[in-house]
């Protein structure tokens, strides 16, 4: 089955770092721009960062700016979300998703991946 499949996640203390990974299995992500999105309990879905297939534009929440990097190696199939100094308010379930990008706007339209956790704690 074609799909996206996310990991990375887990439990680190505020101002650490993780590195999420979006990894296409079963199809080629080469065609696809891709934005990592996060939910958390009782809130709105966020968009974090995207990435355009040509690496030519990305898009960043400003909650995340300067604290996140999204980059792509398509020969790994596989999209990054770099996170440093995270806050407790980074803590969300990160999905990622094809979407349409510009420098201002991200829109999902399909291929959700099933999410991997991030949780921010002392």
């Known amino acids: 089955q074609s799909q996206l499949v996310e990991s990375g996640g887990g439990l680190v203390q505020p101002g650490g770092s993780l590195r999420l990974s979006c990894a296409a299995s079963?199809?080629?992500?080469?065609?696809?721009?891709i934005g990592w999105f996060r939910q958390a309990p009782g809130k709105e879905r966020e968009g974090v960062s995207c990435?355009?297939?040509?690496?030519?534009?990305?898009y960043y929440a400003d909650s995340v700016k300067g604290r996140f990097t999204i980059s792509r190696d398509n020969a790994k199939n596989t999209v990054y979300l770099q996170m440093d100094s995270l806050k407790s308010e980074d803590t969300a379930v990160y999905h990622c998703?094809?979407?349409?990008?510009?420098?201002?706007?991200?829109?999902?339209?399909?291929?959700w991946g099933r999410g991997t956790p991030v949780t921010v704690s002392s």
């Open positions: 990435i355009s297939t040509s690496d030519g534009i990305t």
């Open positions: 079963g199809f080629t992500l080469d065609y696809y721009a």
């Open positions: 998703a094809a979407v349409i990008v510009t420098t201002t706007t991200c829109d999902p339209y399909g291929y």
